[in-house]
């Protein structure tokens, strides 16, 4: 029988029933998940009036901060883990309410039919390992933004083995998914974190 420990680490892709929330907890509480969403969006340049798209918004930290820069505009997340939608939508309920936050049940692709080109901006804090053809996944998250539109990927290795270098190797996958997806302007970045850093690959959906 897997410990405890490593049956909450199996959460972390798709959070569900009491140990999956008990793995949305650890997400919005631990410091430097708190730290590396909290930069992520920092990464973003976010204007006011911005429509901002999260996927995997988890617990919901950046859909938050994100909510707090875009005031006159929109942000929807899209996560397939309903217990992540609840905890998101505890932690950002006068923005649901007053209709500037939209948390949607599903993946990227259930957005297509109801959002053409809307987003000025789009996110994903450490999701990018979940997701077994990332390329397809980015080309549909390219379809739901605008012209000009920015992409901001971040991964911080996690686990007892995670190291920077893993870290490095995450950040050129992401760089080669982008440039695959059509991306450009792609760069990276780091935020010194602990156990291990975290790494942003930013790219452009070219107009
Ligand atoms: C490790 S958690 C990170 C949550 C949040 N971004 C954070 O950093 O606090 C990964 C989240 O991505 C979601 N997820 C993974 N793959 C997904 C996909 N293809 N479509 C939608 N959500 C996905 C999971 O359900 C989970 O909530």
Request: proline fraction near 6%; aromatic fraction near 4%; hydrophobic fraction near 45%.
């Amino acid at each position: 029988m897997p410990s405890l420990k490593s049956q909450l680490y199996q959460q972390f892709g798709n959070p569900t029933g009491p140990l999956g929330a008990l793995a949305g907890l650890v997400m919005a509480n631990r410091d430097s998940n708190r730290r590396r969403n909290a930069w992520t969006v920092r990464q973003l340049d976010i204007q006011p009036d911005d429509r901002v798209l999260e996927v995997g918004f988890g617990p919901g930290l950046a859909i938050r901060d994100a909510a707090a820069m875009a005031r006159d505009g929109r942000v929807v997340g899209i996560d397939r883990s309903a217990t992540m939608q609840r905890q998101a939508h505890r932690r950002n309920r006068d923005a649901v309410a007053d209709g500037r936050v939209e948390l949607r049940l599903g993946e990227p692709g259930d957005l297509l039919g109801d959002y053409g080109r809307t987003f000025q901006k789009a996110l994903a804090v450490n999701v990018f390992p979940f997701w077994t053809d990332s390329i397809a996944v980015l080309r549909q998250i390219g379809q739901l933004l605008s012209p000009g539109a920015r992409i901001a990927l971040t991964v911080q290795p996690r686990g007892s083995a995670a190291t920077n270098d893993q870290a490095r190797v995450v950040a050129a996958r992401m760089v080669d998914a982008l440039h695959a997806a059509g991306f450009a302007e792609v760069e990276t970045r780091t935020l010194p974190l602990q156990p291990v850093n975290a790494v942003c690959a930013l790219g452009t959906l070219p107009r």
